[in-house]
């Protein structure tokens, strides 16, 4: 049975930093590429980060430059590291697994961020 899980979320300060992370069980870790998406109250769901089994990464306009995404296989752990937060990014964010080219994907129940004075 696979499971995908996120944990880290919170509140921080305008301009401050914190670390999501993504576990995942019942998967072949490093086959996966890794996405992180986020979805504020009202808007549609986004994808934010992603890096695939080389290491690859891509970011959205708005997080390029403060946001960072990494993964350990060892550790079948996924992290976005996010820097110099603003009120725009709270948002619950979700952890993707899934193998390109396959229909199938795997999803984490989400952690809310929180950028707030």
């Known amino acids: 049975q696979v499971h995908v899980w996120e944990s880290g979320g919170g509140l921080v300060q305008p301009g401050g930093s914190l670390r999501v992370s993504c576990a995942a069980s019942?998967?072949?870790?490093?086959?996966?590429?890794l996405e992180w998406y986020r979805q504020a109250p009202g808007k549609q769901r986004e994808l934010v980060a992603s890096?695939?089994?080389?290491?690859?990464?891509n970011y959205a306009d708005s997080v390029k430059g403060r946001f960072t995404i990494s993964r350990d296989n060892a550790k079948k752990m996924a992290y976005l590291h996010m820097n110099s937060l603003k009120p725009e990014d709270t948002a619950v964010y979700y952890c993707?697994?899934?193998?390109?080219?396959?229909?199938?994907?795997?999803w984490g129940q989400g952690t809310q961020v929180t950028v707030s004075s």
């Open positions: 019942g998967i072949t870790f490093r086959m996966y590429t």
């Open positions: 890096i695939t089994t080389r290491d690859n990464t």
């Open positions: 993707n697994a899934h193998i390109l080219g396959d229909s199938i994907a795997y």
